[in-house]
């Protein structure tokens, strides 16, 4: 599989594997750290309505649910393997819900920024943008580790 818009193309293929999770490490954790904040600063405006925390905790097991079966899985042409649990149809079938449920809490979180901040004229905003950039970041992360890298083992 190719690298994400070829901007790996001179990284060592040995050092794919680590720069792309470092990064991607780099970005949930950066993700989780800006609801944090919002949480911190903002703690009257966020306990208001506890809706506002389930966009990322499901791009979290979004997260979870896309990069816990590897490449290899999901490559394989047979549909018929030694695998007890998990046979290639089971693997793209993860795949695609978990990328359904990282792209609908993406959307959610666009949503709650522009429903309840952009259009109301009396709250702060950055608890919108907050929102909305840690499930960004999330699946920024999330495509970066199941998609960035050249190998198969990853």
């Known amino acids: 599989m190719s690298c994400i818009f070829n901007i790996c193309e001179n990284v060592p293929r040995d050092k794919l594997g680590y720069y792309s999770s470092m990064i991607g490490g780099i970005l949930f954790f950066t993700g989780w750290w800006l609801m944090i904040d919002v949480h911190a600063t903002y703690a009257t405006v966020i ?81 919108g943008f907050g929102i909305f950039l840690q499930n960004l970041l999330i699946f920024s992360a999330n495509m970066l580790l199941k998609f960035g890298t050249k190998s198969s083992e990853f």
Do not use: H
Not at 55 to 60: K, L, S, W, Y
């Open 47 to 127: 306990s208001t309505n506890k809706v506002y925390y389930l966009p990322g905790m499901f791009a979290t097991a979004a997260f979870i649910v896309v990069n816990i079966i590897p490449m290899g899985v999901i490559q394989e042409s047979y549909y018929y393997s030694d695998r007890k649990c998990c046979g290639p149809l089971m693997a793209k079938a993860s795949l695609f819900i978990g990328l359904l449920i990282a792209f609908g809490s993406l959307i959610a979180s666009s949503y709650i920024l522009v429903n309840d901040f952009l259009l109301q004229s009396d709250v702060y905003l950055w608890p």
